[in-house]
């Protein structure tokens, strides 16, 4: 029997931000998890590319995560070479941490988009799915398209409703590009990583 509640929150965090941090609280205290570890993506498939490298989104999110002892940041994506896959991280940490049952957080458009994943099949007993509501994505269409994927796996993916920030990482890019604060939307060490080390144009903030 699993003895321990883990959840885990990929993510290319490019960068992460305040809505990741609340999201991932929510879970934690609704699901009573031990603790939530998160995985910035390598080279994740499903995007085009990221805007910072695998490293200083690394300790982008160390830095976010610090005031909060049951959050954990895991770099077994970042570390290796080519795409990186669920499956691959899933297995990995299941060998890792035997006795551990592992709450998978995603936003729902990423759960929509299950069936394109390599072998979603085996992905889904690996784990639990919480699919997380995002800000322009309703909830009635989110649970129609997921009853829906539940039914093709005979799967249980669960749909949670989190506070709603309209907080985007494109956005904040778009905003460091243009010489626009950020502030409040990021952890302050973050955005103080971003300005010092001219992150997504962002040196005329200096």
Not at 25 to 43: K, R
Not at 140 to 156: R, T
Not at 183 to 203: A, T
């Amino acid at each position: 029997m699993k003895n321990k509640k883990i959840g885990i929150m990929g993510g290319t965090f490019d960068p992460i931000h305040t809505g990741h941090l609340v999201v991932a609280n929510e879970v934690l205290n609704f699901y009573g998890l031990e603790e939530i570890i998160f995985i910035p993506a390598g080279d994740p498939p499903h995007k085009k590319g990221t805007m910072a490298g695998s490293f200083d989104r690394y300790i982008m999110t160390e830095m976010a995560v610090l005031s909060n002892h049951k959050f954990k940041v895991s770099d077994i994506e970042i570390k290796k070479e080519g795409k990186s896959y669920t499956l691959n991280t899933l297995t990995e940490l299941t060998e890792k941490y035997p006795d551990a049952e592992f709450y998978f957080i995603t936003g729902t458009d990423a759960v929509i988009e299950l069936p394109s994943w390599r072998e979603p099949q085996e992905v889904l007993k690996l784990c639990r799915f919480v699919a997380v509501s995002r800000p322009g994505i309703s909830m009635d269409e989110a649970a129609v398209k997921i009853s829906e994927i539940n039914k093709m796996y005979n799967s249980s993916i669960e749909l949670f409703q989190a506070p709603m920030l309209k907080i985007s990482s494109t956005d904040i890019r778009q905003r460091f590009k243009t010489g626009k604060s950020a502030k409040y939307l990021l952890p302050e060490s973050v955005e103080q990583y971003i300005i010092k080390n001219n992150l997504y144009g962002s040196n005329d903030l200096r």
